[in-house]
Nanobody
């Protein structure tokens, strides 16, 4: 599985961005998908996860109510809609795929495949 994330950019606080992650190899329908982020000088942290369909989702408390994760298995894609962005959302965002239980994808050690990151910068 090769994952490619894109859609990041420089925006002002309160703005929205939509990140996309596409698989160029194996179909993503067999994997639980997630988004993680890493800010400068900080450890990578879990952001959101979606089960095999978009029916099951889970969010970090810091983004709950502002971010929405979804997937389109027909397009081998997963998305992260980010609204009401804050400066503290500034980070490199990476998508992840895991052949694991939905509840475990929040832990990076259960991720099987990582996409390259896309930079999100939110100015105040």
């Amino acid at each position: 599985v090769q994952l490619q994330a894109f859609g990041g950019g420089l925006v002002q606080a309160g703005s929205s961005l939509r990140l996309s992650c596409v698989s160029s190899g194996r179909a993503l329908s067999s994997y639980v998908m997630g988004w993680f982020r890493q800010a400068p000088g900080k450890e990578r942290e879990f952001v959101a996860a979606v089960g095999w369909s978009s029916g099951s989702t889970y969010y970090a408390d810091s983004v709950k109510g502002r971010f929405t994760i979804s997937r389109d298995n027909a397009k081998n894609s997963v998305y992260l809609q980010m609204n009401s962005l804050k400066p503290e959302d500034t980070a490199v965002y990476s998508c992840a795929a895991g052949a694991t239980a939905f509840a475990l994808i929040r832990q990076s050690r259960h991720v099987d495949y990582w996409g390259q990151g896309t930079q999100v910068t939110v100015s105040s």
